[in-house]
T-cell receptor, first 107, second 116 residues
């Protein structure tokens, strides 16, 4: 079992839909990151969480430390949100990555 | 520029050759990370530098891999006697290096390495 599990692996949504991507981890962490990677593009850090909830524009990230679970929500999704979303947990000096969720938003 | 830069952007080499990949972190960032993104395997940690401390090399896959960081700034990842399984995108990231690692990492565009 991977230390960081993401679901779903693939997600296709219609423009305007509310999207949720989940991340579960199995070990103690100091922080959790949500990253975005566009096809052929670099990686951008969306959020870094150690507790609670953060919001940036249409993106919301939550974390439940007791449940070892985090969710990334996208409200009013748009085709430009199409990308790979990666959950990563900080363990010591390193990030341990989930396999990523491939999101496609159709217009 | 203001972001993390990496060079070259693409590198094609023959099996058995040595390669050097370069990373220029954001000015003032004391923490620097190297990661590898292989097709079908996702992202994995390779090595971490923090200021003048000894680097955390726990992610390096073999002794053919080494990295250095000169003057607390530019870093070079060296792969000796490259193998086909080394083909991947090598990513560098930097951060302020806050205690506990609770700081945002800024990623470079990566170097795509292809070993023929």
């Amino acid at each position: 079992k991977n230390e960081v599990e993401q679901s779903p692996q693939n997600l296709t949504a219609q423009e305007g839909e509310f999207i949720t991507i989940n991340c579960s981890y199995s070990v103690g962490i100091s922080a959790l990151h949500w990253l975005q990677q566009h096809p052929g593009g670099g990686i951008v850090s969306l959020f870094m969480l150690s507790s609670g909830k953060k919001k940036h524009g249409r993106l919301i990230a939550t974390i439940n430390i007791q449940e070892k679970h985090s969710s990334l929500h996208i409200t009013a999704s748009h085709p430009r949100d199409s990308a790979v979303y990666i959950c990563a947990v900080r363990r010591g000096n390193k990030l341990v990555f989930g396999a990523g969720t491939i999101l496609r938003v159709k217009s | 520029g203001a972001g993390v830069s990496q060079s070259p952007s693409n590198k094609v080499t023959e099996k058995g050759k040595d390669v050097e990949l370069r990373c220029d972190p954001i000015s003032g960032h004391t923490a620097l990370y190297w990661y590898r993104q292989s097709l079908g395997q996702g992202l994995e940690f390779l090595i971490y530098f923090q200021g003048n401390s000894a680097p955390d090399k726990s992610g390096l896959p073999s002794d053919r891999f080494s990295a250095e960081r000169t003057g607390g700034s530019v870093s070079t990842l060296t792969i000796q006697r490259t193998q086909q399984e080394d083909s991947a995108v090598y990513l560098c990231a930097s951060s302020l290096g806050l205690t506990g690692g609770t700081d945002t990492q800024y990623f470079g565009p990566g170097t795509r390495l292809t070993v023929l």
